[in-house]
């Protein structure tokens, strides 16, 4: 099983055993993995946020991770989260039967994988390029993405 780290108290905005994937907005590659999950994750059990959203914010805080600086994937389910090809892993574990081979990768020690990771994640805008603004998700794919829904709160005529 994938290392990850515990915090204290539930993850904000999620639903109990709800998983979401923060991902740099502005990434080419990591905007290619978006999609890719979107595509591929049939059964919806993944939710996605850019790391620049607020609930993006607000998930890195809840975890302690830098919330100016993005050079890793985070995946957050209920009071854990797991980082670079940890993260990775538990990804590729919500996903179809088809995926599961590549979790034989985890036989790599970790230090290997997650330098592999780094040297791939500090140069992902030289490789592949960068949006000068976070995509907005396609209307059909909007459900896909996590969103803070504020309360109605009704007006007090006067």
Same mark, same amino acid.
């Given at each position: ?21 923060? $991902? ?6 990591? =905007?290619?993995?978006? &999609?890719?999950? #979107?595509?591929? %994750? ?7 946020? +850019?790391? @620049?959203?607020? *609930?993006?914010? +607000? ?9 100016? @600086? ?5 995946? #957050? ?5 797991? *980082?670079?090809?940890? +993260?990775? $892993? *538990?990804?590729?574990? @919500? ?11 985890? #036989?790599?020690? &970790? ?11 500090? =140069?992902?805008?030289?490789? $592949?390029?960068?949006? %000068?603004?976070?995509?907005?998700? =396609? ?12 309360? $109605?709160?009704?007006?007090? *005529? =006067?």
């Amino acid at each position: 099983m994938p290392s990850s780290q515990t915090r204290p108290t539930p993850a904000p905005l999620l639903k109990p055993g709800e998983t979401v994937v923060l $991902f740099d907005g502005v990434c080419k590659l990591c =905007n290619g993995w978006a &999609r890719f999950l #979107i595509r591929h %994750d049939h059964q919806r059990r993944v939710r996605l946020a +850019a790391v @620049q959203s607020p *609930e993006g914010q +607000a998930l890195l805080a809840w975890a302690g991770l830098p919330v100016d @600086q993005f050079d890793t994937m985070a995946v #957050i389910r209920d009071r854990q989260y797991w *980082e670079r090809s940890d +993260a990775f $892993f *538990e990804v590729i574990g @919500q996903l179809s039967a088809r995926w599961q081979p590549l979790r034989l990768l985890r #036989i790599v020690p &970790r230090r290997l994988r997650d330098w592999a990771y780094d040297r791939i994640a500090l =140069n992902r805008y030289r490789l $592949f390029g960068k949006y %000068d603004t976070c995509l907005l998700p =396609n209307p059909d794919h909007e459900q896909r993405f996590l969103k803070i829904t504020m309360p $109605f709160v009704a007006k007090s *005529e =006067n």
